[in-house]
Nanobody, 115 residues
Framework: QAQLVESGGGLVQPGGSLRLSCVASGSIFRPYTMGWHRQVPGKQREFVARITDIGSIDYGDSVKGRFTISRDSTKNTVYLQMNSLKPEDTAVYYC?????????WGQGTQVTVSS
């Protein structure tokens, strides 16, 4: 059964850094575009970043220049390095894998940026 498991969330002060990880099991990963979205209660889920199976990368406007997405095929893992964090980055961060009509989501990990 396909599964995505995120980790690495937590509480960090403004200006700090965190690295999120997402491990994919089953048949997800190699041919899939992997990505991160985030959601604040009462708001729509927001696109953060994605990386295709051949390494093409896109970022949401609000995180460009601060966040970096990467993937390690040997570990079936996608990472999100988050630097210069701001209070408005506070959200639940979700990993997803997509290929055509097949889309899978992780359970989410909370990131809180606060002093």
């Amino acid at each position: 059964q396909a599964q995505l498991v995120e980790s690495g969330g937590g509480l960090v002060q403004p200006g700090g850094s965190l690295r999120l990880s997402c491990v994919a099991s089953g048949s997800i990963f190699r041919p899939y575009t992997m990505g991160w979205h985030r959601q604040v209660p009462g708001k729509q889920r927001e696109f953060v970043a994605r990386i295709t199976d051949i390494g093409s990368i896109d970022y949401g406007d609000s995180v460009k220049g601060r966040f970096t997405i990467s993937r390690d095929s040997t570990k079936n893992t996608v990472y999100l390095q988050m630097n210069s964090l701001k209070p408005e980055d506070t959200a639940v961060y979700y990993c997803n894998g997509a290929r055509g009509a097949n889309v899978y989501w992780g359970q989410g990990t909370q990131v809180t940026v606060s002093s």
